[in-house]
């Protein structure tokens, strides 16, 4: 089995137009699924304690990282509810900055890249504003009863949810070339 973080490709040249992204909430839901790090398996992480639901699907960048420790996020509109563990490729409009519990925690706004619903937005402005709107206030009023901290800054537009995309793949990259080079120094040590 592929592991959604690490075994899936992502084309630096088609990240405008077909970014992939593993879907690990469906739209509507009120579990709260996360990518277990060492199996690739999703786990339920909790119910959300509030009485929201996940406005779209929600999923993650494979070869990605980001200051949480976690692959970039992706907050995916299309027409339906998406199952998890879905490969799905999305075409990037905006970026939401985020800080969950003082740790940056950035969310890409996309639409589905195969949804012809969708195939007209292009650029933030594109989409409904109270849509924006919704998405911004699920994550103030998601975590509330659970007495944790966040705070979310207004959408910002394509050019900086690339330039997003590409830094959180630069550090998957340079994180990955370390991890290698470690694991090579204790194998040199260990038999020397």
């Not at 924006?132 to 994550?139: D, M, N, Q, S």
Request: glycine letters at 4%.
């Amino acid at each position: 089995m592929a592991h959604p973080w690490h075994d899936i490709e992502v084309d630096p040249a088609k990240i405008g137009d077909a970014l992939p992204v593993v879907i690990e909430i469906p739209e509507g839901s009120k579990n709260k699924y996360e990518l277990d790090k060492a199996s690739g398996l999703l786990k339920l992480d909790r119910v959300l304690f509030s009485s929201v639901r996940y406005p779209a699907n929600y999923g993650l960048v494979p070869r990605s990282f980001c200051d949480d420790g976690d692959p970039l996020d992706a907050v995916v509109l299309g027409q339906e509810a998406v199952p998890p563990l879905t490969l799905m490729y999305v075409r990037p409009v905006g970026v939401m900055h985020m800080r969950d519990q003082g740790k940056a925690d950035d969310k890409i706004l996309a639409v589905s890249t195969y949804d012809p619903v969708f195939a007209h937005i292009r650029e933030l402005e594109d989409v409904p504003p109270h849509l924006l709107a919704e998405i911004r206030r699920f994550f103030l009023d998601y975590k509330v009863l659970e007495e944790k901290e966040v705070m979310v800054e207004p959408f910002e537009g394509r050019e900086r949810a690339l330039a997003v995309i590409q830094t959180a793949l630069a550090d998957y990259e340079r994180r990955s070339e370390e991890h290698t080079s470690e694991l090579q120094s204790r194998e040199t040590i260990s038999y020397a």
